[in-house]
């Protein structure tokens, strides 16, 4: 390489650290969209005991879900037009915002609402700080930081409950909420200084017609998953009717689409083979992760006798397997180039850990559950951010923001449907079993609802408690055995990604030296 070409030593380091530095701040962010619904859900309880309001409760977690997964594509594409950092630091201000109001709160309705506008600000969070790190990043270099994002990840899912029992015991539920402030500020502060991004004029018009007709398949997808079989059954009048009007906005979506001048999910993105398959292998690692995040706590609660914050910590197997095989996944990308491989072996691992996780029953110790975890977790680390770096990397710089938020609705609204479909198979399995293991009283104590609180099993006569925990157990069993079955999907689309070079500067990555920014921070220092 010609003397010209190489960055001198003295201006490398400083760019070096300002990449750390705004790492640092994008991980907090990160931190706060992860943390946030973990917290309030230990809350919950509490909340409901002072604003009353008992029948609306369900409606505090979906207002904050319909809206992050809503304004998650419509972030992406603001920051392809106007600039990722001034959008960015809007959605933190925005969810901020709503933290403070949520804390605020005199009444469930005005929870509900602030709850809202919280999810608008974090339907920007997660997708800001991925498409942040594909600007300033290359994926030849990103996978050196893929267990700094693991790391968070596992902090979220362990310390959530933690943090939020200890927050609501101590100072009070509204500080489940308030916990949010300092953090975002620190985020800000940190962002607003280092980071420095090519500011963008775009003439064209935003695309109002396609985010508001997105925003209506989404909603009616994620109502479709929250009410049926609960609220509603899902044969009723009210899915059914959000079933077509999903169907019809997603599809006046795709003709709209095709017509406008800056579409908000321009669809050409998905002519990339690529890019279309990791999208689905997204959707089901958000389908099958989100099912066993749901119902592991509930095995391990109700047949092993864990309590709730303990719960948190017994599944520090699954957490620490995903953190540690993310790192050497990234270690190894950024050193061969070559990722093909990863997909395969998480899909391939996925299935057999959900496999695993299916022969659990009553006389399972919290050892071998721990070991089945493990394999889980080894193939979500495999898949986590792979699935993320190919599917920036199939797409071009300037739809950065709608590849990187594309990508995570994906996975949403794969969760979405995980959670409630697994709920579903949960529930008809828990009362079939009691129901041929107690009979008829069996079928009155899950007759409202197939989990039980601690309390209430406790006061259960020996032989319907007995039933009941080979319920939740042959419950689980199909929970897994069907998610098992589910990811051989993901499993075989992994075998169809193609390896296309990834972008970035081999020379450094061979000579071992840390990365230069795609979109340097440089300037800052």
Known sequence: MSQ?????????????RSVRVVLFGLMIAMLLAMLDNMIVGTAMPTIVGELGGLSHLSWVVT???LA????????????DMYGRKGVFMTSIVLFLAGSALSGMAQSMDQLIAFRAVQGLGA????????AIIGDLIPPRERGKYQGMIAGVMAIAMIGGPLVGGTITDNWGWRWSFY?????GVVALFMISVVLHLPKKRVQARIDYLGAALLTVGITSLVLITTWGGTQYGWGSAQIIGLGVLGVAALAAFVYAETRAAEPVMPLHIFRNRNFSLISVIG????????????????YQQTVQGASATNSGLLLLP??????????????????TGRYKVFPILGGGLITVGLYLLSTMDTGTTRFMSGAFMAVLGAGMGFLMQITMLIAQNSVEMKDMGVGSSSSTLFRTIGGSFGVSMFGAVFTHQVQSTMAARAGGTGASVTSGSAQLSPTSIGKLPAAV????????????????LWGAAISVIGFAAAWFVKEVPLRGAPQAAAAGEEPVPVMSVGEAV
């Open 318 to 335: 699954m957490l620490l397997a995903m953190m540690v095989v993310s790192l050497i996944a990234g270690r190894v990308t950024t050193s």
């Open 123 to 130: 339907g920007g969070l997660m997708v800001g700080v991925m």
């Open 63 to 65: 207002a904050y879900t």
């Open 179 to 183: 916990i949010n402030l300092p953090l």
């Open 283 to 298: 959707f089901l690692v958000g389908f099958t992760m989100f099912g066993a995040m749901t119902f592991l706590p509930l």
């Open 68 to 79: 992050t997964a809503a304004s998650t594509p419509i972030w992406g594409k603001l920051g």
């Open 465 to 480: 408690k007995d039933a009941y925990l080979h319920a939740v157990a042959s419950g689980t069993h199909h929970v897994f």
């Open 4 to 16: 010209t070409a190489e960055a001198p030593p003295e201006a490398v380091e400083p760019k070096q």
